[in-house]
């Protein structure tokens, strides 16, 4: 029997941990008062994450070159001027002869006019090559943000002249913008975009991951050749150009909706490397807490012409919070060895943490032992009059390693849980044993069989006990980031023995999204579940997999996670799309979690245990459109790293360790762009739901 349901959550409801508790025991009391058999699992059961030390290196935190932006496009703001017209002019850069495509956005664009001059003063003719475009937000197919995009090919090399302009006074113009984006007039009355096919490109990433409010926020940004770097490996960072830089600007758009402006250096004191080396750098306090936009120009001339290159940065500053004293103590209970981190600082800020270390001891001669890692998303308890965070650690890991006392805590650090930013960090810290605990573990230790196996209870802590779910197994099913709708239920006839997850038009970190699902699974009575997820929806199967138990550690069958068109290492576009989205007044808000320095981030606590259970699959466009080299989305191609499905980059949606199931070239993200929309595949669709766990 074919059984399927839809779940609605209330598009106003902010979940939380509290909040989860509290809807769990409504739930529970609900059961109870409908005379249903009262069930004691809780949908938040967190694992105790640990693994050898031959994992050590997937743990480390990732450099922020890992999340460097790289393109080929500029961007202006447009600001438009009194006169007797409200108009605005700029030169624009081009330095390809192949081609360049320009695009403007406005929420007042019918009430413009533009006017483009090559460098030879000649009127392009711009009525025959526009067409109208849009930039997808997140998963939406009907929050999407409208412009116009003008393809120009071949081009001529150097600088063109664009005006935009409007007989409408600015005053009028300034409150039909107000009116159409329910909000006060920025400076700013649009965006142009342009995309210069084949040229060099800016590579531009964070100086460091120290985003708490009051920290130096520092950008580097260079010029380099993807010709002399075609294989330009994620993390490394490719060789700049010398003297083609000209000027160099950071501009931040801070949480409250103020602008800075700074000139970004290479004299080696600006966070730049050394003098003179290609490199740009710039800082500026964040005094704000929430989601930045900053942006890196680069201007100047190279052997094909004058440049502007332009990245935008998505940027997340979270408060102040714990950090670590330096000292570590460890109490037994019947099963374990329990290590608490001290934690000062203001780590009531944030709820929950990502304390993560390695544990290193002695070899009976003395010599220095890894023992092994261990992980967890905790919140700060006290114990013993200390504020602390706390981790198990089952004695069978010091037992294969025949390690003993004494004990150190290597690689400390703790990240927050909504942005995966880390907060504290220490190299090294002593784990202080009282006599107690030292021959209490000691015993534990002794009476464990030391075989070499490594058991799941080593790697996840002990689950509890579950009773089984009156509905049985099933597979659920999960919507990617701002989608309006589950995409896989408009096709019903694909699926069997499937719940449909939904919580439409929402922006959530993975970990909410996470407790949202295991809720949802609770309050349908599962007692085990395969999870399938489109875009965010496949990174959410795999943190439920990762750090919670639940009865998808029970489902039974070939898959237990899978993910289609899932960007595991984040996406380029989000410090543009959230530029639009406030010039607009549109969107569900910023989701730090899916950009690359935020996914890059959330990979590091991954357990390979989890990585290696999970499969997916990606897609791309199909060759021709454009320079002819394919798209899904014409002006979104412009910015995302080629190939990709419109939103989904193929080199960041690859994980490695998973098993990827398939790739189809002629598929995009959603429905609407210009290959169908890779959920559509029947196919597909029906190997996903018979390979599905339940």
Not at 538 to 553: A, E, K, Q, R, T
Request: net charge negative; charged share 15%; aromatic share 8%.
């Amino acid at each position: 029997v074919s059984t399927q349901s839809t779940w609605d959550f209330p598009s106003s409801i902010t979940f939380g941990v509290p909040l989860m508790a509290a809807l769990a025991l409504v739930l529970l009391c609900a059961a109870a008062a409908l005379g249903a058999p009262v069930r004691t699992n809780t949908p938040l059961a967190r694992k105790a994450l640990a693994g050898p030390p031959e994992e050590f290196s997937e743990h480390v935190l990732p450099s922020p070159l890992v999340g460097a932006l790289k393109t080929s496009a500029g961007s202006y703001f447009v600001q438009l001027q009194r006169g007797l017209k409200s108009s605005w002019s700029h030169l624009i850069d081009v330095d390809s002869t192949v081609g360049f495509t320009l695009s403007v956005f406005s929420p007042i664009e019918d009430k413009l006019t533009i006017m483009l001059k090559d460098p030879n003063g000649q009127e392009v003719d711009l009525s025959k090559i526009g067409t109208q475009t849009f930039w997808p937000y997140g998963d939406s197919t009907s929050e999407v943000i409208t412009g116009k995009i003008f393809v120009i090919e071949p081009a001529i090399d150097g600088d063109y002249s664009l005006t935009i302009s409007s007989p409408e006074s600015l005053d009028t113009l300034n409150r039909i913008m107000s009116e159409r984006t329910r909000q006060a007039v920025d400076i700013k009355h649009g965006l142009v975009m342009v995309f210069n096919q084949g040229s060099d490109e800016i590579y531009s990433h964070l100086a460091a991951y120290n985003l708490q409010q009051g920290d130096q926020v520092g950008l580097g940004s260079r010029m380099y050749s993807p010709q002399s770097h075609p294989n330009l490996v994620q993390g490394v960072a490719p060789a700049a150009l010398p003297d083609v830089v000209k000027t160099a600007m950071l501009e931040a758009v801070f949480p409250d909706g103020h602008r800075m402006t700074k000139t970004m250096h290479d004299d080696g004191l600006h966070n730049d490397g050394a003098a003179n080396d290609g490199e740009f750098g710039a800082t500026f306090e964040a005094t704000e807490v929430g989601i930045y936009t900053v942006q890196a120009t680069l201007q100047g001339q190279s052997s094909t012409g004058p440049f502007v290159r332009t990245a935008q940065h998505l940027v997340q500053v979270i408060p102040r919070a714990a950090s670590f004293t330096g000292n570590a103590f460890g109490s037994m209970s019947p099963s374990s060895l329990t290590v608490h981190i001290e934690v000062a600082g203001s780590y009531s800020a944030i709820p929950t943490y990502r304390p993560y270390f390695e544990l290193w001891a002695k070899t009976a001669a003395g010599a220095d032992v890894p023992v092994a890692w261990f992980s967890s998303l905790e919140d700060v308890e006290t114990v013993a009059g200390r504020a602390v965070l706390s981790l198990d650690v089952d004695p069978a890991w010091i037992a294969r390693t025949q390690a003993v006392a004494p004990f150190e805590l290597r690689n400390v650090y703790a990240q927050d849980v909504s942005s995966w930013i880390p907060t504290a960090f220490k190299p090294s810290m002593p784990l202080a044993l009282d006599a107690a605990t030292h021959a209490a573990l000691a015993a534990a230790v002794a009476k464990t069989a030391v075989n070499g196996e490594i058991t799941k209870a080593m790697r996840e802590g002990v689950a509890p006990v579950r009773t089984p779910g009156p509905n049985g197994g099933k597979l659920v099913i999960l919507h990617g980031y701002c989608a309006e709708k589950n995409p896989f239920a408009l096709q019903p006839e694909d699926w069997t023995d499937t719940l449909f997850f939904l919580n439409a038009s929402q922006s959530m970190t993975i970990d909410e999204y996470a407790q949202q699902v295991l809720v949802f699974v609770e309050a349908n009575g599962l007692s085990s579940f395969g999870v399938l997820g489109h875009s965010q929806g496949g990174m959410v199967s795999l943190h439920i997999l990762n750090y919670y138990h639940s009865g998808m550690d029970q489902a039974v069958g070939n898959r237990k996670a899978q993910a289609l068109a899932s960007p595991f290492h984040g996406n380029s576009g989000g410090g543009t799309a959230e530029t639009l989205g406030k010039l607009f007044g549109m969107g569900c808000g910023a989701n730090y979690d899916l950009s690359l320095d935020g996914a890059a981030l959330w990979l590091s606590g991954l357990s390979r245990e989890a990585v290696v259970q999970m499969n997916y699959y990606t897609t791309q466009y199909d060759k021709g459109g454009l320079f002819g080299n394919g798209w899904c989305n014409m002006l979104v191609n412009a910015i995302l790293a080629n190939p990709n499905d419109g939103a989904t980059e193929v080199a960041y949606a690859n994980l490695d360790g998973a098993t990827q199931r398939g790739h189809t070239v002629g598929q995009c993200h959603v429905d609407g762009m210009n290959w169908p929309a890779s959920y559509f595949d029947h196919a597909r669709n029906a190997e996903m739901n018979s390979e599905a766990a339940r």
